[in-house]
């Protein structure tokens, strides 16, 4: 019954091929209606929601501390052989800002009392000052942070600016830029570039901070009207300056929205070009072409009713699920085309006449049975490949493994049942019309494919050994170089690139725009300290809070070496920290209470309380509140349960080196207190997530292909009574993948958790691959006296089947690799890479162990 399965099938299929083309179309249309009668909104990549001593730790400083949820853009002004600091580029700033409030889209997102904040309102400001304390004779400047005169509007700063000559801005510049200075607000050195020389009175760059606030949505949802604002910025910078740029969350996105879509419009042509261009060399018949690309409009149908029927949300991973299906189908389509033409021009094997044979329903017969079980089995491997991702805690690659598994088995569906019925019907109304379509299947008939084809197949059978020899060789200089591959995870990796010369020559509208996104972020990173979103970590310290080595710990965190240099630096060469101490010094130099009591209490002499900690504490809580809660927790009796840190960082630097240099300051203040420091924040939780993310797909990839060769070796026990058949079909997929890995290490492609996924493919091809050549051979082995013979048959009907696969494949892959995008970039090169070497090791190392076990065997 076992080996009678597949005809029984295949006298099914024959006999009802109408009934299943309208059962089948019923089908379709019933799950397609799932894209209009689902729901199936857009997602986002998602932080994994991971247990862990981190994550426990920012949801405690979330619900006990004050903080600051603001949005925050920073807006660059540069002039690389000039001066950012003259009367009138300061005026243009000021101009910007008064553009930026009388624009109310951009207006009603800025916070009330601190919305810009910038060098040229320090300078204007401290003007102001100057002209109010001349005219009311009074020169206490204390008074006027006080508020007398109260803080000039943007229209009195400007009219102060414009009253100065150039002469006498620039003294301004002098006495608001002097270090000895204790006039200015605010320090004006945050607003400078860091290798600005103390004193100086031009610079070649300066910042100005845009704080903004959403109240659109929840405290988890994405303040979307802020980042619109954001490119609304963007665009009056754009106007204003010569050399300007904007960055912040909502510029990161509008970019890599656009990136995706320029690069689909540029590789949408060039991809269906190929695919035409390679399914017409394989078919070599309009009608064929034409039956393939309807199984793949109808398994682009039923996923897009899967996804929505099942209510997955749209997220930038999932674009990848319709060209790996594309893909695959193509497979499919192929293999029971090529079936049916060997079955029309050659013997199969069955027991009807020659000229029987040549009719197309004994052909279909013939080509169905001999394929339907490789495809149901690489269908269930394929799937069982990209269906171990669900184990990951990331939702949208749940969302991924979840969608790809269920297109796979859609895809089986049409390819085995739809596609042969529509091509039976199709070829019987073409035979009764006189029509002769007996073609030769691709890489059968003598040619230049054959030819190489079967010269793999005799080099297999001459000289296997070698040939594993060689292969095992390649794949432990692989393995080797796995070993040095970047498994961190950087966000700057996934920020769009510019255009390569010859795409920004193409012609409207496929020409793309220009990206300076990762430019301008690395520009801030080497010049500015960073704000806003990533920018900065926190160190949660619990235990005893109120002691001296507390303060003593977290007052010069230098000390604690960053191994990695990602923690941010200021002017003065110390790390940006805000620690209790920091609030300590800061609120004493402002308050005079405040610096008598810990000059009091100051045993050392180092500006810090040596003694009665928490009465200092209280005293800065009833002068500076606000102050004073983002450092440390007041509970309702009046002690203090915590202190935080708040560590400013590298935003371009990867999540598992700020990590690791947080940590190691957290590690110090452990070492010198009393207390327990733990690490968190937005890059550190990343870090955490991507790290428990990656093992949790290695784990998943190495029960996958336990599940997969435990299904084999079922597999072939059953049908052939020879499971170490399993061990041979795995051997070229592990191949291939270490194979992968090398070239990934030697291309500089990070292993981490994006490509991980990309990588199952190569499992799910390979073992797709290896399959079917691997039944092919074993059927004509049956068949056939000379192994010779058996080999050259195999490779040569199924090897051409798979060349035409991996080609058309590799193609449609492979052109996301001019991707502007570059996680698409990367999708489309690392898939491209894996579908050829997964051919080359299929056509080559499958079958030099298929002779290599028959003559261990005979």
């Not at 149908?301 to 893909?327: D, K, T, Y």
């Not at 003593?552 to 060469?573: E, L, V």
């Amino acid at each position: 019954m076992k080996r009678n399965l597949p005809s029984r099938y295949a006298d099914a299929l024959i006999s009802r091929s109408k009934l299943i083309i309208v059962l089948l179309l019923v089908l379709t249309a019933i799950v397609g209606a799932g894209a209009v009668v689902g729901t199936s909104e857009d997602g986002e990549i998602g932080r994994a929601g991971i247990d862990s001593e981190e994550q426990a730790a920012l949801e405690e400083i979330e619900s006990t501390y004050e903080t600051d949820d603001a949005v925050v853009t920073q807006i660059v002004v540069k002039d690389a052989d000039g001066d950012v600091l003259t009367r009138e580029s300061l005026l243009q700033s000021l101009r910007l800002q008064q553009e930026i409030r009388e624009t109310e889209s951009i207006n009603t997102t800025l916070q009330a009392e601190s919305g810009l904040l910038g060098l040229e309102n320090i300078v204007a400001t401290t003007a102001y000052v100057e002209t109010q304390t001349a005219e009311n004779g009074t020169h206490d400047t204390a008074a006027s942070r006080n508020g007398q005169p109260p803080a000039p509007t943007l229209d009195q700063q400007i009219e102060v600016l414009e009253s100065r000559s150039d002469e006498e801005v620039e003294a301004l510049l002098a006495r608001v830029l002097d270090p000895g200075s204790t006039a200015p607000d605010r320090d004006p050195t945050p607003f400078l570039p860091s290798d600005y020389e103390p004193g100086a009175t031009s610079a070649d760059a300066r910042l100005t901070l845009v704080f903004q606030s959403d109240e659109s949505g929840g405290a988890s949802e994405t303040p979307q009207e802020a980042y619109d604002a954001q490119v609304a910025i963007a665009s009056l910078v754009d106007e204003r300056f010569d050399d300007a740029f904007v960055f912040g969350q909502g510029i990161i996105d509008e970019a890599s929205s656009q990136a995706i879509g320029d690069s689909f419009l540029i590789i949408t042509p060039v991809a269906l070009a190929l695919l035409l261009a390679v399914l017409s060399i394989a078919y070599r018949d309009v009608v064929d072409v034409l039956i393939s690309m309807f199984g793949i409009g109808v398994v682009m149908v039923w996923l897009q009713g899967i996804q929505g029927w099942l209510g997955v949300p749209s997220s930038s991973i999932l674009i990848a699920v319709p060209f790996l299906l594309i893909g695959l189908s193509i497979d499919y389509s192929l293999h029971v085309v090529m079936r049916y033409r060997e079955a029309r021009t050659e013997d199969l094997g069955t027991d009807t006449e020659s000229d029987a044979q040549r009719n197309p329903t004994t052909a279909m017969w013939a080509g169905i049975a001999g394929i339907v079980v490789s495809l149901a089995a690489a269908a269930f491997t394929t799937g069982i490949g990209f269906f171990s991702n669900y184990v990951s805690p990331l939702a949208s690659i749940q969302d991924f493994a979840l969608l790809s598994a269920a297109g796979i088995v859609a895809m089986f569906v049409v390819f085995a049942a739809l596609v042969p019925a529509v091509k039976l019907e199709v070829e019987r109304l073409l035979s009764r019309l006189g029509r002769d379509r007996q073609k030769s299947a691709f890489g059968v008939s003598s040619g230049p494919i054959r030819r190489v084809l079967s010269g793999t197949a005799t080099l297999s059978r001459r000289i296997p050994i070698a040939v594993l020899v060689v292969s095992l060789l390649v794949a432990s200089v692989g393995a080797y170089g796995a070993t040095s591959l970047d498994t961190e995870f950087n966000q700057a990796d996934f920020l769009p690139e510019d255009a390569p010369g010859w795409m920004e020559s193409l012609p409207e509208p496929f020409a793309p725009a220009e990206y300076n996104v990762r430019e301008n972020l690395e520009y801030l990173s080497d010049n500015f300290r960073q704000r806003g979103q990533g920018s900065d970590a926190q160190i949660l310290i619990r235990g005893n809070v109120t002691t001296p080595a507390v303060l003593t710990a977290t007052d010069d965190t230098s000390q604690y070496t960053s191994q990695n240099g990602t923690i941010a630096m200021q002017s003065d060469g110390t790390p940006t920290v805000e620690s209790p101490a920091t609030v300590l010094r800061s609120v004493a130099s402002e308050n005079e209470t405040v610096a008598a009591a810990i000059d009091a209490r100051d045993v050392d002499g180092d500006g810090l309380p040596d003694e009665d900690i928490a009465q200092v504490y209280d005293l800065v809580y009833d002068v500076a509140p606000d102050r004073a809660s983002t450092v440390l927790y007041q509970t309702e009796n009046g002690s203090y349960a915590t202190a935080k840190l708040t560590v400013g960082v590298e935003t371009d630097a990867a999540a598992q080196s700020i990590a690791s240099d947080v940590r190691q300051v957290a590690t110090g203040i452990e070492a010198d207190a009393p207390v327990t420091a733990v690490a968190t924040g937005g890059p550190i939780i990343t870090a955490v997530a991507q790290s428990a993310l990656f093992e949790t797909l290695v784990e998943g990839f190495a029960v996958t292909l336990g599940v997969i060769l435990t299904f084999l070796l079922g597999l072939y026990w059953w049908r052939y009574r020879a499971p170490g058949l399993a061990v041979v079909v795995l051997i070229p997929v592990l191949l291939a993948l270490a194979w992968l890995l090398g070239t990934m290490a030697l291309l500089d492609i990070p292993f981490n958790s994006e490509t991980v996924v990309i990588t199952s493919l190569a499992i799910g091809l390979g073992v797709d691959y290896s399959i079917h050549l691997c039944e092919r051979f074993v059927d004509e082995r049956e068949r056939r006296e000379s192994l010779d013979e058996s080999l050259v048959a195999a490779v040569t009907g199924t090897g051409g089947a798979l060349l035409g696969s991996a080609a058309t494949t590799a193609a449609g892959f492979g052109v996301l690799a001019l991707a502007l995008s570059p996680p698409l970039h990367r999708f489309g090169l690392v898939t491209g890479l894996s579908i050829i070497f997964a051919f080359v090791s299929c056509v080559t190392v499958l079958p030099s162990l298929l002779v290599v076990r028959e003559r261990y065997v005979r």
